[in-house]
């Protein structure tokens, strides 16, 4: 076990599965020569040679495609995006090919293909650089969604994304890269569609994913000091979801707050209170509560930022809601 942060975890497994499998290997922007905008590729030109980490040019379309096209050969190519904004640029090549071609060639060729890099809002980046891509992507058969909390998660769960045979599309976020914490020992993967309870609850169940679940933590913190003790569900996997794990939850605390960065209308966060409404409305003893971003495009100033995203404030206050202590 040994702690390191979230950029290092996932280095740390880049490098892992390019070691197993030469077939994997990694092409973006400032990927090789600069180690990645934000450092995950840090050292791997070096290990690699530049034949497996390869910088491209300024066009998304284009070394998409060409992801696509290595990965209907039998290669691996995992895809990073400097900003999943940039990935619109590439939103043909990701859904009318990548998702695509594997039913379209009927069966013929999988695409094991990862396209990763920060998702959400960055400090001050305004409104066409603090997109949140989740509920866009899943929206789509034939692609799957991930995004980890935390150090140990990403790592584990970007060798299971590398290792799959289908397109993944994997969400980090860039204000956790420098988030620390312990990741285990050698060779661990953690499936796809499984999600992890964070904190064992009873009296509410706030499910989160990605940097969210940093302000639940918190916010379960408050909510204990008033006795409300919130269980805390990772789904991990946004698609498939871990809907088994969401009804082992919901049946025991019987009140849920969905937490989520992407703005409030047609949302991942309503997909979820949608499957839980027709699954489990009989366990259910109050109204889901919803945390999003409001519908806005993202301002600049950093107040209006801070009112625009979900808080732990507004977390506690849902909970409180969910919980009639409001």
Not at 35 to 42: D, F, M, R, S
Not at 181 to 200: L, S
Request: glycine share 8%; net charge negative; proline share 6%.
């Amino acid at each position: 076990m040994a702690v390191m942060e979230m950029r290092e975890a996932l280095n740390q497994a880049l490098k892992e599965e390019m070691t197993r499998d030469e077939k994997v290997f990694i092409l973006g922007e400032e990927v090789a020569e600069y180690n990645g905008a934000y450092k995950v590729t840090k050292g791997l030109l070096d290990h690699f040679g530049p034949k497996r980490v390869i910088d491209t040019p300024i066009s998304e379309t284009g070394f998409t495609g060409l992801a696509v096209g290595a990965a209907m050969m039998g290669l691996r190519p995992v895809v990073e995006f400097m900003s999943f904004n940039f990935s619109f640029v590439a939103f043909d090549q990701i859904i009318s090919n990548a998702a695509k071609m594997y039913y379209m060639s009927g069966g013929l060729y999988n695409i094991p293909m990862v396209m990763r890099g920060p998702n959400g809002a960055g400090p001050r980046v305004s409104s066409q650089h603090s997109h949140n891509v989740e509920s866009l992507y899943a929206h789509f058969p034939g692609l799957r969604v991930m995004s980890p909390s935390n150090p140990a998660d990403a790592k584990g769960m970007l060798k299971a994304a590398v290792r799959c045979n289908d397109p993944v599309i994997f969400l980090e976020n860039e204000l956790a890269y420098n988030l620390k914490g312990e990741v285990p020992d050698g060779d661990y993967v953690i499936p796809i569609g499984k999600g992890d309870i964070k904190r064992e609850g009873t009296d509410v169940t706030i499910i989160a994913w990605s940097r969210m679940m940093t302000l639940a933590k918190a916010a379960a913190e408050e909510l204990a000091k008033e006795g409300i003790n919130a269980e805390l569900l990772d789904p991990r996997t946004l698609k498939p979801l871990d809907m088994p794990l969401i009804a082992e939850s919901v049946k025991k605390t019987n009140r849920v707050v969905v937490v989520e960065e992407g703005h409030y209308f047609c949302s991942l966060g309503s997909q979820v209170a949608e499957s839980i409404y027709s699954d489990l409305f009989d366990y259910l003893d109050a109204p889901i509560q919803r945390i999003a971003q409001s519908e806005n495009p993202m301002p600049y100033a950093a107040n209006l930022e801070a009112a625009t995203l979900p808080s732990v404030e507004k977390i506690v206050m849902a909970a409180k809601q969910a919980a009639y202590r409001a």
